[in-house]
């Protein structure tokens, strides 16, 4: 009897690992964005501090310095939530990664099972048509 075909499970298991590959691209994006942000906010915190610097060098009224330092904590506060959301991006790129490796690992052994499975197939089918053609033989050579 022909063994089971795995083509349909492979085409299945080839469609998630293609969701997995997009899950990650998507991941590593989200990443990206989050260090973009990031970076942004520690050039806006520099610049201000060095506003501030400047000001005060050069004399600043007491209102305007406090803005300036609200503006400063408010920032500081952006870039910890901002590191915050960064790292939650770091650990989702990595689950996306291990969940793409499993995918791919499933697929491949898949693979690597409908590959014996065909190899044992063709075993079996010579070993069946050697057996035919050895009776046949047989039966011939008792008619001489």
Not at 103 to 132: I, V
């Amino acid at each position: 009897m022909k063994p089971f075909s795995l083509l349909t499970v492979l085409k299945h298991r080839k469609i998630l690992e293609d969701q997995a590959v997009l899950q990650l691209i998507q991941a590593q994006e989200a990443e990206q964005f989050a260090r973009q942000q990031l970076r942004v906010n520690e050039e806006s915190l520099t610049q201000l501090v060095k506003t501030l610097a400047g000001e005060q060098i050069h004399g600043i009224e007491v209102t305007k310095q406090a803005q300036f330092e609200q503006r400063i904590l408010l920032l500081e506060k952006q870039r910890l939530t901002l590191q915050t959301i960064l790292r939650a991006k770091k650990e989702e790129v990595s689950r996306a990664q291990k969940h793409l490796i499993s995918r791919s690992q499933d697929r491949k052994m898949l693979e690597t099972l409908q590959t014996k499975q065909n190899e044992a197939w063709q075993l079996h089918r010579h070993r069946k048509e050697t057996a035919t053609l050895d009776e046949i033989a047989v039966i011939f050579h008792a008619r001489k």
